[in-house]
């Protein structure tokens, strides 16, 4: 179907102006003011539109785990997050250390025509922190390897995985965490897994990508890095930006204001390189356990806009950057920026509507979150995956 997109403020990346989206076929054919073509028209007057969201790092929990969340409902949360594009972490039942568990996810995701979905595998096999001889057997679907929710404690484990991971051309993500020194102290738990792998990456040559980074000495350590020339990318979440001094729980906890200030500034300089959500759904009762984790890829934007570009940090150009076209060159796909020849994935935003937070009206499976009662602005109005609608807003 053929749709045409008129009178709203584009912006991505490089480009903020007035104008119309032409998208054919599915992909984005033609940009620009007073477009003409004989198709279906959406109004976008006062709205925003940008690249949908892409998001690196999510729990859909399926298979296995799928009472806290599915692909199905996962896939809808998303949608109303404004994102087409996510990246599964592997701690299912069982945990996804096979092409079958692969091909399970992606099979049922394709059926469900709702995001688009990469599965991604398990470092070790199973989680066991050193067995690596599966990676021999996955193909070129596969793009990142992580043991994500564990930290691999063996310095000789990553630094095999770190050779195979260049020689499969694979990105290893890593859960920055040694659950040894957790108890005693977390900050000095997760730099020091972070200091080790930058290490490692820059003596194989391996890609790393660092998750949800929440210290000030690991993101200046990525900063480093990065000025080095190591192969590092790095990602922040939206809680880790907008909280500090928080007991609600997850892994990595939420940090000071000096932390967040830091990770903010890791933003405005570049040196991180995306908003992913961690999106970890849980029951009630896991929660009222202990159990870390929290829906957030609902609440994503509104929180990332309200506490980075109407603080007047950033601007929403920087903003498409690190919540699109940064992820879209990390996963190697042609979204997550306004150009011909780009998949038709876009969101139409309210920057002025005022949101209060209530994880009760999530379509997440998962109503955990730190932000209940809350007030953000800038709501997703509709979403569209190659130039098809798939999200309306109806509130």
């Known amino acids: 179907m053929d749709i045409l997109i008129k009178g709203a403020r584009i912006v991505d990346e490089s480009k903020d102006f007035l104008g119309d989206l032409y998208i054919k076929d599915g992909i984005m054919e033609d940009f620009g003011v007073n477009l003409d073509y004989n198709c279906t028209e959406i109004d976008g007057e006062g709205l925003v539109l940008m690249p949908s969201f892409i998001d690196l790092h999510v729990h859909f929990r399926d298979p296995g785990f799928t009472y806290k969340e599915d692909l199905l409902t996962g896939g809808l949360a998303a949608l109303k997050g404004g994102y087409t594009l996510v990246n599964l972490m592997g701690n299912t039942n069982p945990i996804c250390s096979s092409m079958e568990t692969v091909e399970y996810v992606l099979n049922r995701a394709k059926g469900l025509d709702l995001v688009d979905v990469h599965q991604t595998v398990s470092i070790t096999k199973d989680f066991d922190g050193h067995t690596l001889e599966h990676l021999d057997r ?11 929710g564990k930290g691999i404690k063996s310095n000789i484990a990553m630094y095999k995985a770190m050779t195979k991971a260049k020689e499969k051309e694979l990105t290893i993500m890593t859960h920055a965490e040694d659950d040894n020194l957790t108890p005693i102290d977390y900050r000095i738990s997760e730099n020091i897994i972070t200091i080790r792998d930058i290490y ?6 391996a890609r790393l990508h660092l998750c949800h980074v929440s210290t000030r000495e690991a993101i200046e350590e990525v900063r480093k890095a990065k000025a080095e020339g190591v192969n590092v990318t790095c990602e922040v979440t939206p ?4 909280l500090w001094d928080n007991d609600f729980k997850v892994n990595p906890p939420i940090r000071t204001k000096e932390d967040v200030e830091s990770l903010i500034q890791g933003i405005i300089d570049s040196t991180v390189d995306t908003i992913a959500t961690d999106h970890a759904p849980h029951t009630k009762e896991d929660k009222e356990k202990g159990v870390p984790g929290l ?10 806009y309200t506490t980075l570009v109407r603080s007047s940090k950033i601007d929403l150009m920087k903003l498409s950057k690190i919540m699109s076209g940064n992820a879209g060159r990390i996963m190697g796909v042609r979204k997550g920026k306004i150009e011909k020849g780009y998949d038709g994935d876009i969101v139409l935003l309210d920057l002025n509507k005022e949101i209060i937070i209530d994880g009760e009206k999530f379509i997440s499976k998962g109503k955990n979150t730190p932000f209940n009662g809350m007030k953000f602005y800038g709501q997703v109005i509709m979403t569209l995956k190659n130039g098809e609608v798939k999200y309306i807003n109806k509130d």
């Open 138 to 148: 996955l193909d070129n679907r596969v793009k990142f390897i992580s043991d994500d």
């Open 200 to 205: 490692l990456s820059k003596a194989t040559g």
């Open 239 to 242: 809680h880790h930006i907008a």
């Open 295 to 304: 829906s957030g890829i609902e609440t994503a934007f509104p929180v990332s």
